[in-house]
């Protein structure tokens, strides 16, 4: 359905890379990773463009992970991107305003939220998009095992904060932190 929604809104072509449901419940940001730098190989791609960070496990990660397995440069949290001959420059946002970089292609972008809106896909092109190719492929045809690298044994909430206190003055904080130890 998404990789429609993608073909209505105006791409070429799909490419859905199956995962059995089992397996999908251990795909980590490494996996991803390295099906992505396979594609990116077997498909001669030269940029990849992908989110930020993952709704799921919020790592953000897999951007800069693709980035080294096939050793490219990459920008991270894009929020404008030009490409300018055989090289992107790159808007992106950090604590103190806006950065601007320049890498080459090929590179790994990752989309900050304020990099572009999407078009509307219009009802004739959902029509076109029922009809175009998905090409459809397993890890292993990629060369990828999705061998599991670790095993979540336990997910539990953080001990509460216990309140803070109000003090006079420095004396008396300085008394209370030897108090509790943290001096």
């Known amino acids: 359905e998404t990789i429609r929604t993608a073909l209505a809104m105006g791409a070429d072509r799909g490419l859905h890379v199956e995962v059995d449901a089992k397996e999908a419940e251990t795909l980590s940001p490494s996996h991803v990773s390295k099906i992505l730098a396979e594609v990116a190989k077997k498909e001669n791609i030269n940029l990849i463009i992908l989110g930020k960070q993952a709704i799921d496990d919020d790592s953000n990660a897999t951007a800069q992970m693709t980035a080294a397995r096939l050793n ?34 090929p590179a790994v972008v990752s989309a900050d939220l304020r990099l572009n ?58 008394a209370k932190l030897k108090e509790v130890g943290r001096i």
């Not at 300018?84 to 992106?92: F, H, T």
């Open 72 to 105: 490219w440069p990459q920008a991270t949290f894009a929020s404008k991107v030009e490409v300018k001959n055989d090289k992107l420059e790159v808007i992106r946002e950090v604590d103190g305003g806006l950065e601007t970089i320049e890498v080459k292609l």
């Open 117 to 174: 809106e999407p078009r509307y896909a219009t009802l004739p092109n959902i029509m076109k998009a029922k009809k175009k190719k998905i090409d459809k492929m397993k890890p292993s045809d990629l060369g990828v095992e999705l061998t599991k690298h670790f095993d979540v044994l336990e997910v539990s909430e953080p001990p509460q904060r216990e309140g803070g206190v109000k003090v006079e003055d420095v004396d008396t904080l300085i």
